[in-house]
């Protein structure tokens, strides 16, 4: 079974995707995703001119032997890009040995351990009026867990806050204005937005308490700060959060500081879920030994692959530390699939992010996972169960597209 083709695939349905097919020389088709939002360009270079010709001719079968070989023998370990395209022929490499043996992957990695998993679901309001009637929408939908993110009385737009008032309230799962919900803004030049953690941490406490008013007290609610906060200024969130019992509060401080956290934890008892730009075990070594953290957000896309990810939840796994990977529309179906097999078959499954792709997305890549009474579900098609649709992918040429960044009203940048 010699890899005898290796494509790298650009299309944007909506928004940019990286995919890489692989070939063997018995006829078996792979797909992995190496999507990296605002860079992906980069992404494309290092595989193909890098990665692709170290591949053909190579054993299709030699995962975690591929897998060493690029990260090893590549000299360069670790960052964003390196681990994104690893990731994307190690994902690859695992649907074509699923669709050899006749298996979902989910079988290969042990089989299920559960029925399906437990899903959240992206909220968001300009203000609490709007945030509630998003919040009754998706559990219309089926959602058994929400994150709510809310704008801030001052602020003009805010991260997390759709920026269509249709996106936020109005439509379908799926449906393109519901898909418009989580861009923030993406541009072919980065958005400035304004920020103001004052007013955010004055603010939020407020919208907690509405939500808990309004849904009860048993509803998962969750909550993504997105590195804004020094450490301090997170322990006084948390603290200030712990009556409405949050699922989880994300990615509180820029934590490629990792010691940041045990100041977090030394004042409050919210569970802390960090990781999604992290791409190796060693970012988490102090925050998982030290249990500094309660999820791991790393998505298989961005870490490595099955292959590295299975590794870092395994070594969470030793501290009751639970997967909760990260799910966002950059993140493409088949980044998705293998994350939905990978979260079947582990003991440590926490839950999963899940942002509906759109419906051009859709008929580029036709997915077979489902979407049931909160439960997503990969489904039991050989490999990951997803196809590329090469001719519908060829109708949506890449387009640039950046994140917003943010400054304070001085003009200082601030962390994303
Ligand atoms: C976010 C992401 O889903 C999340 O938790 O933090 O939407 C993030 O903004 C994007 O993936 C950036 O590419
Ligand atoms: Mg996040």
Redesign the pocket.
Known sequence: MKIEKADVIVTSPDRNFVTLRLQTDDGLTGLGDGTL??RELAVVSYLRDHVVPLLIGRDASRIEDTWQFLYRGGYWRRGPVTMAAIAAVDVALWDIKGKAAGMPLYQLLGGACRTGLLAYG?ASGADIAELTESIRRHLEEGYRAI?VQSGVPGLHSV??VASSANARTGSQAGTDTRYDY?P?RRNDVPVQETWDTGAYLRHLPSVFEAVRAEFGAGLPLLH?A?HRLTPIQAARLGKSLEPYDLFWL??CTPAENQEALRLVRQHTTIPLAIG?VFNTIWDYQVIVREQLIDYV?SAVTHAGGVTHLRKILDYAAQYQIKSGM???T??SPVGMAAALHLGLAIHNFGIQ?Y?PHSERTSQVFRQSCTFEGGLLHPGERPGIGVDLDLDESGKYPYQRAY?PYNRLSDGTIHD?
């Open positions: 939002n605002g992206h994150r991260y997390g989580e923030a993504d997105h994300e990615d999604e957000r990260h799910g966002p950059d993140v992010e942002m994140l994303w």
